[in-house]
C-alpha cells in the first residue's frame, strides 16, 4: 500500500512538472483560458443586449470580404427603411474584442444593430485569430474590409465617404491601428501595409477600453501581466515579441500624427487598462486632433469594469451609447 501512494504521489508530482513546463514553454495552456472566459463573457454581452436591440433593423450576414481568407466574414446591419435601395448610410466598422486571440463578431452583433437603428450602417467583423495566423495578419484584414466596403457600397448600404474605425479592448487597438496606416504614410510603410481608402474617407475613430502603448500595457506585472505576454506571444507567433520591430508597431498612441483622424475615447475607472485611454487621449489632444472622452475619477461608484460600455442595464452603459451616438452624428454629418 505504501509503495503504491508512494507511486501515486510520484506521478502526481510528474503530471505538475509536466504541466507546469507546458504553461512555460507555450502560450496556449494560457491562452485556453482566455478564449474561454471571453467566449463565455461574448455570450453573455449577445444576450443581455438582445432586449435592447430595437424594431426595424435589417441586415446582409455572413459576408466574405476577403477571396481566400476563411476568417475574412462580416454582417451588416442598417435601418430596415433602407433595404432594397442602393442608399448608403455613414458607415462604422466595429472590431471585437479577445485579447488579440479570442472573440467573434456575434459578441457585438447586437451592439451594432443598437447602433444601426440610430440611422447608420455598421459592420461587425471577423479577423484570423492564432494559431491559423498571427501579427500583423488581423490588421491587414481589418484594411482589407474598408476597401470590400468601399468597393460594394451600393449593394451594402455604404456611404464609403463617411467611415468609422470603433472597437472594444483588442479590436480598440486594432482600430486605432488600421487608423493610423490610413492616415500616416509612414507609419503604413514601416507596417508594409498598402491602405485601402483614403484618408478622407476616415471621419472619425470610436475606441473603447483598449490598449495604445503596448510597452506600458500591465506594467504592474502580476497575473494579469502574464495572460497579456501570453496573448502576445501567440498574436505575435514570437516568445520574443519584445524584439520583433514590427510588433512594436502596435503601441499606435507613439507613432500618431495631427492627421489622426477625431476620437472618442471611453473606459471603465475599475478597468486596469483605464490608464492606456487616458494616456491616447493626452497624445492625441497634444496633436491638436479633436478628441472626446468618457472617463471616470477613481472614486465613482460602482466601479465600472473592462467592458462596461455594453452594460446597458446600467446608467453608465446608458451614457456611453448616448455619448458614442451623439458623437458619430457630429462626426458623419453630411460635409
Same mark, same amino acid.
Given at each position: 500500500?505504501?509503495?503504491? &501512494? ?19 514553454? =507555450? ?31 435589417? =441586415?446582409?450576414?455572413? &459576408? ?21 435601395? &442602393? ?18 463578431? /456575434? ?50 448600404? &455604404? ?115 483605464? /490608464? ?57 454629418? /453630411?460635409?
Amino acid at each position: 500500500m505504501r509503495r503504491f &501512494v508512494r507511486g501515486l504521489a510520484g506521478a502526481t508530482v510528474a503530471f505538475a512538472v509536466v504541466i507546469a513546463l507546458g504553461w512555460l514553454a =507555450s502560450p496556449w495552456p494560457r491562452v485556453a483560458l482566455i478564449r474561454y472566459f471571453y467566449d463565455r463573457g461574448g455570450v453573455a454581452t449577445a444576450r443581455s443586449l438582445a432586449r435592447h436591440v430595437p424594431a426595424g433593423v435589417a =441586415s446582409i450576414r455572413d &459576408v466574405a470580404y476577403r477571396d481566400g481568407d476563411p476568417a475574412a466574414r462580416m454582417d451588416v446591419f442598417f435601418p430596415a427603411a433602407i433595404e432594397n435601395t &442602393v442608399r448608403g448610410l455613414p458607415t462604422i466598422v466595429w472590431v471585437h474584442g479577445g485579447g488579440w486571440v479570442a472573440g467573434h463578431r /456575434s459578441d457585438i452583433a447586437n451592439y451594432a444593430q443598437i447602433l444601426a437603428a440610430q440611422g447608420f450602417t455598421t459592420v461587425a467583423l471577423d479577423y484570423a485569430l492564432p494559431p491559423q495566423a498571427v501579427y500583423p495578419a488581423a490588421v491587414e484584414e481589418i484594411n482589407a474590409a474598408l476597401g470590400y466596403l468601399t468597393r460594394n457600397a451600393a449593394q451594402l448600404h &455604404v456611404d464609403s465617404s463617411r467611415f468609422v474605425l470603433a472597437g472594444d479592448s483588442a479590436g480598440a487597438q486594432i482600430a486605432a491601428q488600421v487608423a493610423n496606416i490610413v492616415t500616416n504614410p509612414d507609419y503604413a510603410q514601416a507596417m508594409a501595409i498598402e491602405p485601402a481608402v483614403h484618408p478622407a474617407q476616415l471621419v472619425a475613430t470610436v475606441l473603447a477600453c483598449g490598449a495604445y502603448d503596448l510597452a506600458r500595457a500591465g506594467a504592474s506585472g502580476g497575473l494579469y501581466m502574464r495572460f497579456f505576454g501570453a496573448a502576445f506571444w501567440a498574436y505575435s507567433g514570437r516568445r520574443d515579441f519584445r524584439d520583433d520591430p514590427r510588433f512594436r508597431l502596435m503601441s499606435v498612441a507613439l507613432h500618431l500624427t495631427p492627421h489622426f483622424p477625431p476620437t472618442f475615447l471611453t473606459a471603465g475607472n475599475g478597468d486596469p487598462l483605464e /490608464s492606456q485611454s487616458r494616456g491616447m487621449a493626452r497624445r492625441l489632444r497634444a496633436l491638436g486632433v479633436p478628441v472626446e472622452t468618457l472617463l471616470y475619477s477613481p472614486g465613482h461608484r460602482p466601479r465600472l469594469p473592462h467592458e462596461y460600455q455594453f452594460n446597458l442595464d446600467t446608467p453608465a452603459g446608458r451614457e456611453a451609447l448616448q455619448r458614442i451616438v451623439g458623437f458619430l452624428h457630429t462626426h458623419t454629418a /453630411s460635409r
